[in-house]
């Protein structure tokens, strides 16, 4: 059984920073891509970012470019979302994701097989 298991969410102030894991088990996922998606309350699934196989190749949304940074440990089935100078509108829910053996950095929720509970972000203003 595989599982994506997400933590670090919390409330933080508006300007400052927080990191977000993933921790994948159950089988490993070297052959695929991961990524990053967040759901607001009352609003739909958004993408953030995502990373390739390798952790060569990033790709992020445009809302979040030059402030997110995701990073991944491959051997370990371990991945990073960096978030800094955090905004009140990056308050949401934040789901790991991972696609079983294709490498592509989608920004579409249906390619990803695998998903985690989520973890909560709160930015106060």
């Known amino acids: 059984q595989v599982q994506l298991v997400e933590s670090g969410g919390g409330l933080v102030q508006s300007g400052g920073p927080l990191t977000l894991t993933c921790q994948a088990s159950g089988r490993t996922f070297s052959s695929g891509a991961m990524a990053w998606f967040r759901q607001a309350l009352g609003k739909e699934r958004e993408f953030v970012g995502a990373?390739?196989?390798?952790?060569?190749?990033?790709f992020y949304a445009d809302s979040v470019k030059g402030r997110f940074n995701i990073s991944r440990d491959v051997p370990r089935n371990t991945m990073w979302l960096q978030m800094n100078t955090l905004k009140s509108e990056d308050t949401a829910v934040y789901f790991c994701a991972a696609q079983r053996y294709s490498d592509w950095l989608s920004e579409v929720q249906a390619d990803y097989d695998y998903w985690g509970q989520g973890t909560q972000v709160t930015v106060s203003s």
């Open positions: 990373m390739s196989w390798n952790a060569h190749n990033t």
